[in-house]
């Protein structure tokens, strides 16, 4: 595809369910992005993937949270034993590459809503 | 540490008039680069504009201008000629070279356009 493909596009469970968040970037892109936006709030960087380089976890808000990227591709999110705080519109973005000049490609986001 | 400080929660804006939002950032780091993405109700995230720490002149996509204020670490974006259509969120962001929350945004300004 043309653009940045995240699925599911909506998400409704239970609290404590694990639920998976899938993101398909542009081809050819290397860098991978992960941010969490809550209702009118601003992005929360997550974790971020460079080619085959160790993720930058620094935004995992905590180890309920984890992110995966096979190939240098497909990268999923999982979050095990979900929160009501875990509530957000979960969004992925890829670039060319991690330089300071390359702009997000944002894909439409998934919206997670916890019971 | 590093941040992004978008001061206007919301703005208003008459039509066809000229209008500033803010953005200010703080960072050490001698090369980065800063953007604007305009987020309208649909949700997409949307690029408008970038600017380099090194770049001279200030940047310019069509309506947009982003006043660049390097030593006062400011990077505005002028929307000129205001349109119903520019009724969005709009995030300021900073990418930099190395280091911990290389990719932040900034919490957000709401513009309204009246007619």
């Known amino acids: 595809g043309a653009g940045v493909s995240q699925s599911p596009s909506n998400k409704v469970t239970e609290k404590g369910k694990d639920v998976e968040l899938r993101c398909d970037p542009i081809s050819g892109h290397t860098a991978l992005y992960w941010y969490r936006q809550s209702l009118g709030q601003g992005l929360e960087f997550l974790i971020y993937f460079q080619g085959n380089s160790a993720p930058d976890k620094s935004g995992l808000p905590s180890d309920r949270f984890s992110a995966e990227r096979t190939g240098g591709s497909v990268s999923t999110l999982t979050i095990q034993r979900t929160q009501q705080e875990d509530s957000a519109v979960y969004l992925c973005?890829?670039?060319?590459?991690?330089?300071?000049?390359?702009?997000?490609?944002f894909g439409d986001g998934t919206r997670l809503s916890i019971l | 540490a590093q941040k992004i400080t978008q001061t206007q929660p919301g703005m208003f804006v008459q039509e066809k008039e000229a209008v500033t939002l803010d953005c200010t950032y703080d960072t050490s780091d001698p090369s980065y680069g800063l953007f604007w993405y305009k987020q309208p109700s649909s949700g997409e995230m949307i690029f408008l504009i970038y600017q380099g720490s090194y770049d001279q002149q200030n940047a310019t996509e069509g309506r947009y201008s982003l006043n660049f204020q390097k030593a006062r670490k400011s990077a505005n974006l002028v929307i000129s000629a205001s349109q119903l259509g520019d009724s969005a969120m709009y995030f300021c962001?900073?990418?930099?070279?190395?280091?911990?929350?290389?990719?932040?945004f900034g919490t957000g300004t709401r513009l309204k356009v009246l007619a």
């Open positions: 962001a900073m990418r930099r070279a190395s280091g911990t929350y290389k990719y932040i």
């Open positions: 973005a890829s670039s060319l590459d991690d330089s300071i000049f390359e702009y997000w490609h």
